[in-house]
Nanobody, 121 residues
Framework: QVQLVESGGGLVQPGGSLRLSCAAS????????MNWYRQGPGKQRELVAVITSVGTTNYADSVKGRFTISRDNSKNTVYLQMNSLKPEDTAVYYCNAESKTTYYSSPKPYWGQGTQVTVSS
């Protein structure tokens, strides 16, 4: 099937920056939208940013102007550049992608294992 592997999380001070990456591999025919979600302590998982296969983006209000999502279709990779980080951005960040494994198959959602982002002084 399809595997998603995130990287780039860590500990950063408020106001700092991090760049997350998520690489898709396996039996990939095509990838539609690629998304970043996050789940903070005691909170529900929430959608952070979306990028379609043609590069259209959308963001949660809480991260607009601070986070930028991008993708490299040649590498099946999506990125999340996070600037001006705040303590409330602390969460496990998950990559999600909707992918087809063959021409005839229906697109299915796949998830990465998550990467921890901690914003603290």
């Amino acid at each position: 099937q399809v595997q998603l592997v995130e990287s780039g999380g860590g500990l950063v001070q408020p106001g700092g920056s991090l760049r997350l990456s998520c690489a898709a591999s396996g039996r990939i025919f095509s990838i539609n939208a690629m998304n970043w979600y996050r789940q903070g302590p005691g909170k529900q998982r929430e959608l952070v940013a979306v990028i379609t296969s043609v590069g259209t983006t959308n963001y949660a209000d809480s991260v607009k102007g601070r986070f930028t999502i991008s993708r490299d279709n040649s590498k099946n990779t999506v990125y999340l550049q996070m600037n001006s980080l705040k303590p409330e951005d602390t969460a496990v960040y998950y990559c999600n992608a909707e992918s087809k494994t063959t021409y005839y198959s229906s697109p299915k959602p796949y998830w990465g294992q998550g990467t921890q982002v901690t914003v603290s002084s």
